[in-house]
């Protein structure tokens, strides 16, 4: 089993950092790398927090994130940013875009794709996900932390492992058939995403949305949406806007605005003979 290592994870991240200073803390077990972070004191630096195994690993829509130790990538970054928070809409997708851009460094090139906001799914299963909770310190100062949990050497396909979580998923092992250095893929995929969200601070998400495009699992896909009211809503699925919406148009023509919930696709009716 390879080990989480703050000195290799520091090298692996260089090359994409520039002049940012990262402060890195390895744990072999903590309830949460999103929670460390939310209770450290604020600095000026990104600060990475990655752990072997998570105690109390949490999801979206409050569900908890399964964390076996030493197999996974569990991680954090906390990123400051000087701002109104309105004005980071479409981070979680850009954080997305910034593990597939790290992904094609490591020639990692199989069809994996993006399901709004930030699910990666490979053939139809869910490989990472990525959690982000901000602190507004005041109007104008945001403390983002970016939780990401991506499956990387766990064998899913072994029967014991898949009855763990609920839902069809997959992990990079199971995709490219090798094992993967964790310490490359974190050190990679913080310094990606470190440049992805200066470039969108600096452009906004519109360059982002070729790239968008190329990934978006749902693109013209039917499918259901459940709406923070718990209303469901079924529709065609037209790609997002430059907020990071995404646009659903329901079966009268209206589109929609989609803000936040889960959006999945509905499944083809089988044919009848
Ligand atoms: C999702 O529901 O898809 C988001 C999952 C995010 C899980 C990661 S693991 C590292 C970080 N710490 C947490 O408690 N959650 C995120």
């Known amino acids: 089993m390879d080990i989480l290592d703050k000195q290799k994870i520091y090298e692996y991240s260089l090359t994409f950092l520039g002049q940012k200073h990262l402060n890195i803390h390895v744990f072999e077990s903590i309830d949460s790398t ?38 996974n990538i569990y991680c954090s970054l906390r990123w400051q940013y000087s701002g109104p928070i309105a004005k980071l809409s479409a981070l979680s997708l850009v954080v997305g875009l910034a593990i597939l851009a790290a992904f094609r460094t490591l020639e990692i090139t199989q069809n994996i794709y993006i399901k709004w906001p930030n699910d990666l799914f490979w053939d139809g299963k869910k490989m990472a996900g990525i959690l982000i909770e901000s602190t507004s310190e005041s109007l104008d100062h945001q403390s983002v932390v970016i939780g990401i949990g991506l499956n990387v050497n766990t064998q899913t396909l072994i029967e014991e492992t898949q009855t763990k979580i609920d839902r ?52 013209q896909q039917l499918v259901e949406v459940t709406l923070s009211n718990r209303q469901h809503l079924v529709g065609i699925a037209l790609g997002v806007r430059e907020d990071g919406l995404l646009q659903v148009m329901d079966k009268e023509g209206k589109i929609h605005l989609i803000t936040s919930g889960e959006v999945t696709r509905c499944s083809p009716t089988p044919s009848k003979h």
């Open 34 to 71: 999103n929670q460390f972070l939310k209770n450290h004191p604020s600095s000026t630096s990104l600060e990475l927090c990655c752990a072997e195994t998570q105690t109390n690993g949490r999801g979206r829509l409050g569900r908890s994130w399964y964390s076996p130790v030493g197999e």
């Open 168 to 219: 069809p998923w997959c992990s990079l092992r199971d995709i490219t058939n090798k094992k993967w250095d964790r310490n490359q893929l974190i050190g990679i995929i913080c310094g990606m995403t470190h440049q992805y969200l200066e470039r969108y601070l600096c452009d906004g998400f519109s360059t982002f949305i070729p790239e968008w495009e190329k990934y978006d699992g749902l693109y």
